[in-house]
């Protein structure tokens, strides 16, 4: 009996170990797999990685809208003491892409912009994409995305501006497409611009990105949308019921 007890004893320690070594072995593959998923795809950079790289100077990492650049290869233009140090401070600055202005726009909230600024910026994102010595290293953790590398709300809706502003870039397209431009003329003595339509039509001032300038006479019954930075606008000191204007400059 006591032998048969023991037997017992023995099967029951090793069933247990048997168990217990199951379970770790289970758990061990949940966290392997937790981390095959979790994992970033993409290398994250801290604020603190931004700010050492920046002390260091060894390699030059710019941000805008939380992708990160390698930009070594530029020093000339981003290493300290020269003109776009500001880029690769060790901060988000993309606010400052408009304007260079690193004292007034030194900050990465694009919440508040126009369709015309948000391309202004998605603009720059494509220039050190597409540029042929800057590399793409990695994405920052902070206003645009998380610990693994995912784009954040911030992000989106950035995205989304981009997307509104090149759809109204192609509305104005065709609204223009077959529009007549203006005729220009300096006035004098003051050798001011004047710009000159054949009425009922007037003279609109448009920009879009990547294009210089121009006027066109439209009719200012045209619905035109909101002044969003893209849509064609009067010249300053103009009105919708002057086919001649001279802007106030």
Same mark, same amino acid.
């Given at each position: ?103 007034? +726009?030194? @900050?990465?909230?694009?919440?508040? /912009?126009?369709?015309? #600024?948000? =391309? &202004?910026? %998605? ?86 990105? +990547?294009? @210089?300038?121009?006027?066109?006479? /439209?009719?200012?019954? #045209?619905? =035109? &949308?909101? %002044? ?22």
């Amino acid at each position: 009996i006591t032998l048969h007890v023991r037997c017992i004893e023995m099967t029951s320690q090793v069933f247990q170990a048997f168990r217990c070594s199951a379970i770790i072995g289970i758990l061990a593959m949940i966290v392997s797999l937790g981390y095959v998923f979790l994992k970033p795809s993409v290398r994250v950079f801290t604020s603190g990685e931004l700010q050492h790289a920046a002390n260091e100077q060894k390699q030059l990492l710019l941000v805008v809208a939380g992708r990160v650049y390698d930009v070594t290869a530029g020093r000339t233009f981003y290493a300290r003491g020269d003109g776009y140090e500001g880029f690769a401070n060790g901060t988000d600055n993309t606010l400052a892409f408009l304007s260079a202005d690193f004292e007034k +726009d030194s @900050s990465d909230d694009l919440s508040n /912009l126009t369709l015309a #600024q948000c =391309l &202004g910026i %998605d603009h720059w994102v494509k220039f050190y994409e597409d540029h042929a010595k800057y590399r793409f290293a990695g994405v920052h953790l902070g206003r645009f995305y998380n610990w693994r590398g995912k784009p954040k709300k911030a992000l989106h809706d950035f995205n989304a501006c981009v997307h509104d502003g090149k759809a109204v870039v192609d509305e104005v397209k065709e609204v223009v497409k077959s529009a007549p431009t203006c005729t220009r003329a300096r006035i004098k003595p003051s050798n001011k611009l004047a710009y000159s339509c054949n009425q009922p039509l007037v003279p609109y001032k448009t920009e879009l990105p +990547d294009e @210089s300038e121009r006027c066109f006479c /439209l009719l200012s019954s #045209q619905q =035109l &949308g909101k %002044d969003d930075g893209l849509r064609p606008r009067l010249y300053p000191g103009c009105s919708t019921s002057e086919s001649s204007c001279t802007p106030d400059l």
